[in-house]
């Protein structure tokens, strides 16, 4: 799965490989075989299991200047995924 820094882009590259209705067991194996690093979601509201990847894409993604990072998030009930919102934002100085 190729990284995007940009919101739309980056779930339209999601949804070539993770869709509603899959178990979200596998779309988690899919997401870190991916470079994400998964985890459950501990927050009111539906269930959520949060994927995070570092984007890289860019010159002035270092240290110094910040850090952009890519949120995905899998929303499920039953076993299976219900929702997938993507967030691209930059952590920094």
Do not use: W
Request: hydrophobic residues 35%.
């Amino acid at each position: 799965m190729k990284l995007h820094f940009d919101k739309v882009a980056m779930q339209a590259e999601v949804l070539k490989y993770v869709s509603p209705g899959m178990p979200v067991e596998n779309a988690k194996r899919i997401m870190e075989d991916s470079g994400f690093a998964c985890e459950k979601s501990f927050y009111e509201g539906p269930a959520c299991v949060l994927c995070s990847a570092v984007y890289r894409g860019h010159f002035f993604s270092t240290v110094e200047s910040g850090i952009d990072k890519i949120h995905v998030r899998l929303y499920h009930e039953s076993g299976k995924v219900t929702e997938i919102k993507t967030e691209c934002y930059s952590v920094g100085p």
